[in-house]
Every structure is written in C-alpha cells, then in structure tokens.
C-alpha cells in the first residue's frame, strides 16, 4: 500500500515570496491533516480536512496560510506571503475516519527555508 | 486544552542497554495515548496507542509503554536498544471521543542516540 505523498521535499524562498505544497493522501482515507513543525518541536496541526471540508482551521494562520482538498482527495497548502517564521517542516497526514483513536499515517514532509 | 511534557530533549544510551522515554501529560479530561518515531528526514510513524484496556502496550521495534493515569504518565520503553533506534520520540495525546475538540497534541519530543 502507497502511503502518504508530498511533494516538494525542499523548498527554500525569500520572505514575502509565496509557495505551495501538495499532498496525496493514502487511498480510502478520509481525514486529511496538513501540520508545521518547527525545529525542536513537535507537529503543530494547522488544519484537518474530513473528505473536502474542514473539521479544524483553528491555528491556521488564515493571513497568510491556505489550504483546499478538491475532490475530497489530493490538498494544497499555500503560503503568501511568507515570513522568516515560516520555516519549518510540513507534514501531511491522513487517516482512515478521523476518529480519535485513528491512526494518523504521515508524509516525510517538506523542509521549508525562508529567507 | 490538554499538553504534553517531555522532559528529556536527549538520551544517549548505549547499544543493548535498556532504555525508558518519559512521558507526562495535562488533561481535565479522558485521554488517548501515542507514542510516533521519527527517524531523520523522514515522516512520523507510529510505535504504540493506548485507547482502552490494558495499561502495557505493546507495538513494533521491541517497544512498549505503561499508562499511569495516577501519575498521568505514559512512559516508553525497550529492553535492549539498537543501533536502528536512533531517532526522535514523539508523545502525543488527544481528548477521548465524546469530550470535543479531538486534536492531537504533541510534545516537544526526545532525541534517542544508541552509542555503538
């Protein structure tokens, strides 16, 4: 079984740049979560997508941050304009439900630098 | 809101010794349990839950873990480690069903070395 895509691994930009990742989640799963982890700390969620609407965008910095999932299936996070904090690394993860006890399957991720 | 402690950023062990990965967490409420592993350039994957039942758990690579809900600990554990145990240990938390917002909190996570 394929698990979870992300495209790109790297991405270096200078600040007020934009830049967007994508994710493929495994296929069945319905809950897709898109999370920033910065250096030295654990994953942060940004936002949960159960099929192709959200269930949490809480601490997703709406300014600036975006994110879709058409089609219930592959979703973009978007950054515009990006600031130095930004950098980071990007999980992507999906599990089956999105029930509590679900297991969430991630991505390797995609280190961030802005400049 | 629930969180997570790890109060060991780094633990170096020697190769087949035993090693324990602590955990605590904060919760007004019931909780699930997880233990993930990350290994270098790569994405989080999980070793171990607790949901319900018995308070050991067992999951992949030798691991296993003990929930304290006295002591509100959930504390990581191998016998003997390897060389391929090195890695970054994630604890994680998330509010049982029922009790809301279900978002999975993590720790600051703790940083496995195995000296050869």
């Known amino acids: 079984e394929a698990g979870v895509a992300q495209s790109p691994r790297y991405k270096i930009i200078e600040k007020r740049q934009s830049v967007a990742f994508w994710c493929n989640p495994i296929?069945?799963?319905?809950?897709l979560y898109w999370y920033q982890q910065i250096l030295g700390q654990g994953p942060k969620l940004l936002i949960q997508f159960q099929n192709n609407g959200v269930v949490d965008d809480s601490q997703l910095p709406k300014d600036r941050f975006s994110a879709e999932r058409l089609k219930g299936v592959d979703s973009t996070l978007k950054i515009q304009p990006a600031k130095l904090e930004d950098s980071a690394v990007y999980l992507c993860?999906?599990?089956?439900?999105?029930?509590?006890?679900?297991?969430?399957?991630f991505g390797p991720g995609t280190r961030l630098t802005v400049l | 809101a629930q969180s997570v402690t790890q109060l060991d950023s780094q633990v170096p062990v020697f190769e087949e010794a035993p090693v324990e990965l602590r955990c605590n967490y904060s919760s007004s409420v019931s909780v699930y349990l997880f233990w993930y592993v990350q290994y270098p350039n790569q994405g989080l994957q999980l070793l171990l839950k607790?949901?319900?039942?018995?308070?050991l758990v067992k999951g992949i690579n030798g691991f296993e873990a003990e929930f304290n809900k006295s002591q509100t600990s959930f504390h990581l554990r191998k016998p003997s480690v390897h060389i391929s145990d090195t890695a970054e240990y994630f604890c994680?938390?998330?509010?049982?069903?029922?009790?809301?917002?279900?978002?999975?909190?993590f720790g600051t996570g703790t940083r496995l070395t195995i000296i050869p």
């Open positions: 296929s069945g799963h319905a809950t």
């Open positions: 994680a938390v998330i509010p049982s069903p029922n009790f809301g917002n279900e978002k999975l909190t």
């Open positions: 993860a999906s599990s089956f439900v999105g029930e509590a006890g679900d297991t969430q399957y």
């Open positions: 607790y949901l319900s039942g018995s308070t």
